[in-house]
């Protein structure tokens, strides 16, 4: 089906709008043709044609020499965008930014200009494409596609590894946001974010609470990005950096231990694992705060719910849980989990304590 036929659907929605929903088969090759809006959208991000027209409209001329790309092919991916709404095509084949597009710059506050690129990379464009292998082996397809684990395969390719990073940062902004507004830290004195990347979101919690001090635990290929950043944002003085595998230990002596989609990435066993070394590390009565999407209800609907496909797909056994799920894992690590507490956004912080 071309993408013009796509435009005529949409056409007919709008007809059909008035009298009642969209045709259902309106609906579904709307759905069908999801990937190749997300491919387009992770070109565009790759080539950075938001960075180059954050300045205001430029014929397509200028933006092809400016990202190195066939002006007639980056014409056609622009107008095919437009269409969903990230661009907007003026006379003689000119294009500036929406609102929408604005955050597939990298200089934004909120930009997912990385997560973006993600989307699009091969490792994982490729073993999405395997999804029928993880749906009838529930195996990752990536392992099944590449011989080897996501993360062992990041591990040693520092390209990808960096990609994965700025990905992950790239959605941390929102959400990190979200964390601080929502969840109370005013009686934590030492915060360790395990698996805490690039320490955005520990950065975040610090800057909005003077009295804390914190730690951020990754792998070492995270180190001096999370030492940078910290640096940038005048914390070197009240946040250290250190480096490990959080399936055998974390740092000790936090009264809080705070992780933000890491558990997800994993299987109960593992999952278990992590939290362990949490309980092993913390002072008595500390908390366990898990940022994670939780899955709703059956038929209700959640972002949650697409997520835990990509943690099928490219996860060592990882999903996402649904509150009774997570409560298992809490009492299993020596955990009780305690309250709830839902963002602004599809995150929520799942409070525990040490029992």
């Keep these: 089906m071309a993408f013009g036929s796509i435009i005529a659907i949409k056409r007919g929605m ?7 929903a969209p045709p259902p088969a309106a609906v579904l090759m709307q759905l069908l043709a999801g990937k190749w809006v997300s491919q387009a959208l992770s070109v565009a ?11 205001g409209a430029r014929p397509t001329t200028d933006l092809a020499a400016a990202v190195g790309a066939h002006e007639d092919a980056l014409y056609r991916l622009l107008r095919a965008l437009s269409t969903v709404g990230l661009f907007h095509e003026g006379a003689n084949r000119t294009f500036q930014l929406t609102e929408l597009g604005q955050l597939l710059r990298s200089d934004v506050p909120g930009s997912l200009r990385g997560y973006a690129r993600f989307v699009g ?3 994982n464009w490729r073993a999405w494409g395997h999804l029928l292998h993880s749906v009838r082996t529930s195996e990752p397809a990536f392992d099944h596609v590449f011989g080897e684990p996501a993360f062992d395969c990041i591990a040693k390719d520092p390209k990808l590894s960096a990609m994965l990073n700025d990905a992950m940062t790239s959605i941390s902004l929102d959400g990190a946001r979200a964390v601080v ?4 830290f005013r009686d934590v ?3 360790v974010d395990v698996g805490g990347g690039h320490g955005f979101l520990l ?5 909005a ?6 730690v951020v635990f990754d792998l070492p290929h995270a180190a001096e990005g999370a030492r940078s950043l910290l640096r ?8 250290e950096v250190a480096s490990g595998s959080f399936l055998e230990s974390v740092p000790e002596g936090g009264d809080a231990y705070i992780m933000k989609h890491i558990i997800h990435d994993w299987d109960d066993a593992r999952a278990t694992v992590i939290l362990r070394s949490c309980r092993r590390a913390i002072v008595s009565g500390g908390k366990l705060l898990v940022v994670e999407q939780l899955v709703s209800p059956p038929n209700e609907p959640h972002f949650a719910k697409l997520l835990d496909l990509e943690m099928l797909v490219l996860a060592p056994g990882g999903r996402e849980r649904t509150v009774d799920e997570l409560r298992k894992l809490f009492a299993s690590a020596g955990f009780e989990l305690t309250r709830i507490v839902p963002t602004e956004g599809p995150l929520s912080v799942v409070e525990g304590r040490a029992v």
Aim: net charge negative; aromatic share 2%.
């Design 181 to 184: 507004a929502a969840y109370d």
């Design 45 to 55: 991000a790759e080539l950075g044609v938001a960075d180059v027209l954050k300045d």
């Design 189 to 191: 004195r030492q915060l």
């Design 121 to 123: 990379e091969e490792h």
């Design 14 to 20: 709008t007809e059909h709008a008035r009298l009642d």
């Design 203 to 207: 950065a975040s919690i610090l800057k």
């Design 209 to 214: 609470n003077p009295h804390l001090k914190g």
């Design 232 to 239: 940038a944002e005048g914390l070197s003085d009240r946040a």
